[in-house]
């Protein structure tokens, strides 16, 4: 039994395999996940229908169940920032920092063998992206 909202078999047994510095991508219903993820990430398709399942839901799940240290979003073309971050930022822990990453460069840091864990979703939302690294958790901490 988990005490954790988080139940998804294929995700828990990725994020227990995952240590400190590996990374999880969970993506937008437009995100390329054949060419723009390493072939050694696991990917758990959660995209049900356009909209179902969204970044925000498997964040909601995610938080409370892995340690974080940083996190990164993709840039839109035409805006500083994608209109999701505020949403992304209320979600993660406080004061976790936050890149915006150019789309190119952001595909290149989702293709690096840190990732993995990549999660599709149905999200319609564009530039819905979110990369996050792992932290670690102290010991001494409790």
Known sequence: MLRTRLTHPEILAALAAAGH???????DGNFPHATATPASARRVFLNLSPGRVTVSEVLE???PTV????AAVMKPDDADVPEVLEEFRALLPPGLPVEVVDRMDFYELTRRPEVTLAVATGDQRLYANLLLTIGYIDPAAG
């Open 21 to 27: 510095g590996s990374r999880l991508l969970i993506s």
């Open 61 to 63: 799940a995610v938080v």
């Open 67 to 70: 340690p974080l240290e940083a």
